[in-house]
């Protein structure tokens, strides 16, 4: 970053920068929860007792990277509105400055309606999906850290454990047997599992978010991270090393390893690896 300001997260991880940027976080919290299934916005679904949102606000809040979050709601939800805003009033003085906006259709759409509420000033942006509720403060650390030695892009990733394969629709005799047939094996110590919250350097992230607004509907609908947009700036993009506890709640199995990560004898915010 070439102009660093002080900031509370100075220090706060081994290895930390004595100066960080001015940081504001973009939370995507505009989604509907198709896949979760509980018929409300997943920002809503109860998680040890409370919106799953309101951990991600915890959470980013104790990081102390943040200046500012700007939060993508879904269109309308007076709700989770006003759980923002009472959230709002219970910051000390000198906390991060909470910002609401309506989300759109799109993740990509939710991030571009945010960062138009992004403050003067700012000089980086992490994107945070409010569904990795549990993301520990340590991630947020290691992306800024990167931010202030000089990364413009930088995400958290983890190793894949899974054996990765691609696969093809199959026809003639093959349909008969299965509906794929096996293309090929991805080399998997290669392979990363992305996770958010991903930081950018503010001017390359709001380049990389023009550069897709003339996207047709189907290069819209396969952008699904931010980090995406920017390598195809050709921007370098850095991996640090996420946390498998920053899990996206997804499908109602994450839910229920959520849940269990919450009460489990471990305690949460700590769990590494
Ligand atoms: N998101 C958003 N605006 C959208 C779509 C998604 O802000 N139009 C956010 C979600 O709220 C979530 C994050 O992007 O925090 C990741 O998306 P995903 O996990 O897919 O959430 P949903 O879109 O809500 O879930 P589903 O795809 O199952 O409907
Ligand atoms: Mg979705």
């Not at 997260?9 to 920068?17: M, N, Q, R, T």
């Not at 995507?28 to 929860?33: E, K, M, P, Q």
């Given at each position: 970053m070439s102009s660093p300001h002080e900031s509370a997260?100075?220090?706060?991880?081994?290895?930390?920068?004595s100066v960080t940027p001015a940081v504001a976080v973009v939370v995507?919290?505009?989604?509907?929860?198709q896949r979760l299934?509980?018929?409300?916005p997943k920002a809503r679904v109860p998680l040890g007792g409370e919106p799953i949102l309101m951990h991600t606000l915890r959470g980013i809040v104790a990081a102390g990277v943040a200046r500012q979050i700007c939060i993508a709601l879904p269109k309308g939800d007076g709700e989770l509105r006003r759980l923002c805003e009472e959230f709002s009033t219970e910051l000390v003085d000198g906390g991060p400055l909470l910002t609401m906006v309506d989300g759109g259709a799109t993740r990509a759409d939710s991030v571009r309606a945010a960062l138009r509420a992004v403050e003067s000033g700012t000089d980086a942006v992490l994107v945070h999906d409010a569904a990795r509720a549990l993301t520990p403060e340590t991630v947020f650390h290691r992306v800024v850290n990167a931010l202030a030695a000089g990364a413009a892009a930088v995400i958290p990733v983890i190793p894949v454990v899974d054996t990765v394969k691609t696969v093809a629709v199959t026809n003639g005799d093959d349909a008969r047997i299965a509906p794929e047939i096996v293309t090929g094996t991805a080399p998997r110590e290669d392979l990363r599992a992305v996770q958010t919250p991903q930081g950018f350097e503010l001017a390359t992230l709001l380049r990389a978010h023009e550069a897709a607004e003339s996207f047709d509907d189907e290069q819209s609908a396969a952008i699904t991270d931010d980090a995406m947009l920017v390598e195809l700036l050709g921007v370098p993009v850095h991996a640090v090393r996420g946390a498998s506890?920053?899990?996206?709640?997804?499908t109602p199995l994450d839910l229920i390893l959520a849940e269990g990560l919450l009460e489990g004898p471990l305690g949460i915010r700590w769990v590494e690896g």
């Open positions: 997260a100075a220090g706060l991880d081994s290895g930390a920068a995507v919290a505009a989604g509907s929860g299934g509980y018929g409300i506890q920053s899990l996206k709640i997804t």
